[in-house]
Structures are given as C-alpha cells and as structure tokens.
C-alpha cells in the first residue's frame, strides 16, 4: 500500500460485452423445497405439507416428481398469461430437459394448473408458496434478462500489478421482472465491506484517475459452511440418494430422533485490521465482526456422532454414499424388467444379516467415553460419554468403592469439546438455593435444561440465567411467577372433579383433564359446557385409550360422593 501513495492510475484496458441471464427450470421436488426454504423460511417438511394441501385443490400439479419437463398445454398456458400480462418481448418457449441420474420422469415439473390465477384464496402460506411455483413456471417461459458488462483493468504506474473493476448495467429485464431464484448463503461472517457497488462510472482507455480512497482488509480462512435443509436436499438429490419423496421424511427423521438439531448459533466476535489510504496517509483500523454465525442450520448431536461412528464401523458396506445410489439404480433395472428382484434381495440380504449378526455377537456397547483427567479432591477419575438418557459426565467408576456421581451436559456442551473445568462445574449441581414455605429450594439440570425443584414440583429457569448463579430471591420470585401464569390460564375448574378444567392454550381454549388435553368443538360455549360433556368428549377422543381406566374409576368416586 505504501506503493500507491506517490503512484498514478490509468484505465488500461476497457472491456464492455453483452451478458444473458436464463431462467431456472420449474419446480422439482427438491427445487421447491429448497428454495421455499431460502425465500419464505419453511422447513422441508412444512413445503410438503402445504404443497399436498394445494395439490388437493387443484392449484397445482402432483407435487412429488424429479422432472422439468412441461406439458404442451402448460407451455401454451403460460403463453398465453405472459402474452397478456407482459406482452410478446417477454416470452420465449422453452422445453426443458432432466439432467439428475436415475430421475423418474412419470410426472412433469410442479405448476399451477391454471396460468391464468395468479394467486388464490387460502391460509396466507399456502398463498405464498402457491405464488412462488406460479412465478417460477411463468418465469422459465419468459425471455433472457440482458446486461452490459463492463470489464476495467487500471494499472499502477509503482507496481507491476493491476487493479480491475467489473460491474453490470441492464438492459432488459426479461424473466426477473416476474422471479429471480435465490441461492444459499455460504458466509459466517459479515462486514460492513462486504457488500460490492457494481454501477461504475463512465470511463475511457488512457484515462488518468485520481485516488480518492484505498482500503486493505485482513480476511481469515472460512470452515465449510453447515448444512441447511435446502442445502442438505441439493447434496442429497446430487449425491443421488433417495426419491422426491423420500428427502422430506429423511431430513425430519434425523431430526425427530435426536441425531441432527436445527438451531441458530449467534458466534464470536474476532477483530479484524483494515489499512485506508486517503489524502496521501496511511491509517490502520481494527474492526469486529462475528464469525462462526449459523441461522437455521443443522448440527450434529453427540448422539448422531456416536451412531454414526458405529454404523460406519461394523456396516460400512450400507453407511455409504454409493450405496443408496446403487440400490435406487437396481430398482429402477427391477422396473424395467432388467434385474431379477430376488436375486438383488439374496445379493444383499446374506452379507447384511451376517454383519448384524457378528456385531450383535461381538461389538461393545458404543459410549463414546473421553477420559478427562482426575479429580484433585477425591482422586477419583472424570470421564464423559452417552448415556441411557443423553450426553453425561461421570465422576468416579463402578469399580470404585462408592456409586459414581452424574450430572448431564448442558445444552451447547458436546463430549468431543467439553474441558475437565466445564466438567467440574456440572458436578456443583444440584444445588441448594433455601427454603420457601417450609420446603427445600434446590437448582438442578434435566434432560430438558435447568429447573428448580420445590414440593416435588418444577419450574423452569428462564433462557439466560446460569444455574449456578441462581439466589435464593431469584428461585422464589421464578416460582411465584409460574404459579400466577398457571392461575391466570385456568378458565374454569369442575366441581365434579378438579382434575377437569378448562384453560387458555397456545391455540385457544381447552379441556385439561388429567393428562390428556381434549379439543373443545368449533362453536362451543364454553359458559355451558358441563361434566358430563367433558366425560363424552374424554371417551370420543382417539388419544384416550390409556386414559379411559382412569375415566372411568374417577366416574364411579364420583357417583359414590
């Protein structure tokens, strides 16, 4: 930098050339779940949920399909809307053609079934995701959006390198008058120098320019991003695991089963240098920005590492990339009369339950342990690993005279990172906090976070206090308030039994009666709802059947009383 500031710029080279920008395809299952999730925020599961709901209807075509392909009624239907919405500059017919291995082309690309309704009646996400599909199959019928791209080399007259400015001007809308596809975001770091002008001013070959600012920024190496469902589906639909309708209920499983969780992490700021010439000065600046800053994305837990790792090393023939590929493949030769069935099935079905056999036999009990170091105190070792119900640390073993302690890691803790300091720290819970109204106070850490335990009850501690700061005032003032909201959402309490009431719910009101919670009927008053209705109810709702013994016997005390 010190290079520049005696040194004079001269626009070398100066390129201008035309640029076209194509729309992307129609919908694809997988298109559409990927891009309902970077545009309108739905998970994978919700775009299926509420594309089957507008299929349904009749807005659009069979949502499950890997193909792009148009039917010719299509591609004159949005013809004709395009000609009558945007005029004949804004259309070009298009057929498009299924690049993905193995693609099962039954169904053509999802659409409306109607071009001519541009949006319809419904809840307001089936609205959005139904104008999005419609947007997108208009678009791929519509013309390129045309630019100028400019091109600018400026050399400097102290070094032998050159500096290039590009931007793009455009000409012609085209398509992105009515969609343009959104991709995902790989960055976990954001400055306020991130974002690029790209309008450049009008320039000439052998124009002398004159510096009005010049800045350095120190930039660090980038870890790959994590996966985001949209992103998860693209990896998996390329990797050519799986079928339209089956990368839905994976991603949820995976989910569902405790393997992978989707949270947002907020990072850590990391400062940074940035070097400005201006004026004929250098000057240095140290700026923040946060790094490691995840939305939405989908991490592993310690439970899907150590049946991962278990899988891949007693069955890595099956945990593989190439395997589900292979399969999908033969059953598509079985489709076609290529591949006998059963003679897939005996190929792999004898190693496979030989390999469940010997590790059934011989493979240990996976618990992923991690010896930390020895406890100064007692001398006694602290290890972490899986246990029945999660992630845990353990001080001592069960070869030691006294029974071991446990305590359960804390939510953002995992086994292959947490120090033998942050372990010592978990063994200080439970913890007594005092008394209120006669009874014991004490601080402790479940499967589902900190809580406090009074009377054999529990109350939850609010996001942000550390259990272990926790005082006595604090404690007191946290089961006051959860005994108010508890009062506060009770609308009514039978005589007849004071394990049937009524309470305000997230979605409105509802019957509570005991451990089952019971939908109150659409237009109900719920003044002149009587016990005897709840007990009709009770025995109607299909969730009851372990309930219904106790239905019954708290029926029969009552009669008595």
């Known amino acids: 930098m010190r290079d520049c500031v005696e040194a004079s710029y001269t626009v070398k080279s100066l390129e201008k050339k035309p640029a076209k920008r194509s729309p992307?395809?129609?919908f694809t299952t997988s298109t559409l779940q990927q891009e309902a999730s970077r545009k309108l925020g739905y998970s994978?599961?919700?775009?299926?949920?509420?594309?089957?709901?507008?299929?349904?209807?009749?807005?659009?075509?069979?949502?499950?399909?890997?193909?792009?392909?148009?039917?010719?009624?299509?591609?004159?239907?949005?013809?004709?809307?395009?000609?009558?919405?945007?005029?004949?500059?804004?259309?070009?017919?298009?057929?498009?053609?299924?690049?993905?291995?193995?693609?099962?082309?039954?169904?053509?690309?999802?659409?409306?079934?109607?071009?001519?309704?541009?949006?319809?009646?419904?809840?307001?996400?089936?609205?959005?995701?139904?104008?999005?599909?419609?947007?997108?199959a208009i678009a791929s019928q519509m013309s390129e959006a045309e630019f100028e791209k400019t091109v600018a080399k400026i050399s400097v007259s102290t070094r032998e390198e050159e500096?290039?400015?590009?931007?793009?001007?455009?000409?012609?809308?085209?398509?992105?008058?009515?969609?343009?596809?959104?991709?995902?975001?790989?960055?976990?770091?954001?400055?306020?120098?991130?974002?690029?002008?790209?309008?450049?001013?009008?320039?000439?070959?052998?124009?002398?320019?004159?510096?009005?600012?010049?800045?350095?920024?120190?930039?660090?190496?980038?870890?790959?991003?994590?996966?985001?469902?949209?992103?998860?589906?693209?990896?998996?639909?390329?990797?050519?695991?799986?079928?339209?309708?089956?990368?839905a209920p994976t991603i949820s499983t995976i989910q569902n089963r405790g393997y992978v969780v989707k949270e947002d992490r907020d990072g850590k700021p990391r400062d940074y240098k940035v070097l400005k010439l201006s004026g004929g000065q250098i000057s240095e600046v140290v700026k923040s920005e946060m790094t490691g800053?995840?939305?939405?994305?989908?991490?592993?837990?310690?439970?899907?590492?150590?049946?991962?790792?278990?899988?891949?090393?007693?069955?890595?023939?099956?945990?593989?990339?190439?395997?589900?590929?292979?399969?999908?493949?033969?059953?598509?030769?079985?489709?076609?009369?290529?591949?006998?069935?059963?003679?897939?099935?005996?190929?792999?079905?004898?190693?496979?339950?030989?390999?469940?056999?010997?590790?059934?036999?011989?493979?240990?009990?996976?618990?992923?342990?991690?010896?930390?170091?020895?406890?100064?105190?007692?001398?006694?070792?602290?290890?972490?690993?899986?246990?029945?119900?999660?992630p845990l640390v353990q001080l001592g073993t069960q070869d030691d005279e006294e029974k071991p302690k446990f305590a359960s890691l804390r939510k953002g803790q995992m086994i292959e990172t947490i120090t033998f300091e942050e372990a010592m720290d978990l063994f200080k819970l439970p913890k007594k906090v005092g008394e209120f109204e006669g009874k014991e106070m004490v601080v402790a850490v479940g499967r589902f976070g900190p809580y406090i335990r009074h009377n054999s009850a529990f109350y939850s501690l609010p996001k942000g206090l550390d259990p272990l700061?926790?005082?006595?005032?604090?404690?007191?003032?946290?089961?006051?308030?959860?005994?108010?909201?508890?009062?506060?959402?009770?609308?009514?309490?039978?005589?007849?039994?004071?394990?049937?009431?009524?309470?305000?719910?997230?979605?409105?009101?509802?019957?509570?009666?005991?451990?089952?919670?019971i939908k109150i009927p659409k237009g109900t008053d719920i003044n002149a709802i009587t016990y005897a209705d709840v007990l009709k109810w009770v025995e109607e709702d299909p969730k009851a059947s372990k309930a219904k013994t106790s239905t019954k016997k708290t029926t029969k005390s009552t009669k008595k009383s």
């Open 44 to 136: 994978v599961a919700r775009t299926m949920q509420i594309a089957q709901r507008l299929y349904e209807a009749g807005h659009i075509t069979y949502m499950r399909t890997d193909s792009v392909n148009l039917s010719d009624t299509a591609i004159e239907g949005a013809k004709a809307e395009i000609l009558k919405a945007y005029g004949e500059k804004y259309h070009k017919k298009r057929q498009y053609k299924t690049k993905t291995t193995g693609a099962q082309e039954a169904h053509e690309a999802i659409r409306p079934t109607y071009f001519a309704n541009h949006t319809i009646q419904g809840e307001p996400s089936e609205v959005r995701l139904y104008e999005l599909i419609w947007k997108r």
């Open 469 to 517: 700061d926790v005082t006595e005032e604090q404690a007191i003032e946290i089961i006051k308030e959860k005994r108010q909201k508890d009062i506060d959402k009770v609308i009514r309490v039978f005589e007849e039994n004071e394990e049937a009431r009524i309470e305000n719910g997230r979605w409105g009101p509802f019957i509570r009666f005991g451990k089952q919670n």
């Open 293 to 390: 800053v995840e939305r939405s994305k989908l991490f592993p837990t310690d439970i899907g590492m150590l049946v991962n790792d278990f899988l891949v090393e007693h069955f890595k023939g099956i945990v593989d990339y190439n395997f589900t590929a292979k399969v999908e493949r033969e059953f598509d030769e079985i489709a076609q009369g290529q591949k006998e069935w059963t003679d897939m099935l005996e190929k792999f079905y004898r190693p496979f339950h030989e390999e469940v056999q010997d590790t059934l036999e011989h493979a240990d009990r996976a618990t992923n342990e991690r010896i930390l170091g020895i406890d100064p105190q007692t001398g006694k070792q602290v290890s972490v690993r899986v246990g029945r119900f999660g």
């Open 24 to 26: 992307a395809a129609p």
């Open 163 to 247: 500096l290039s400015a590009s931007g793009e001007v455009m000409k012609f809308d085209g398509f992105l008058k009515v969609y343009m596809e959104s991709v995902d975001d790989e960055n976990d770091t954001m400055t306020e120098e991130d974002s690029d002008n790209t309008l450049l001013p009008p320039l000439e070959i052998g124009q002398l320019l004159h510096l009005s600012e010049m800045t350095a920024t120190q930039r660090f190496s980038r870890p790959p991003a994590r996966y985001t469902e949209a992103s998860l589906v693209k990896k998996l639909e390329e990797l050519g695991i799986g079928r339209p309708s089956t990368y």
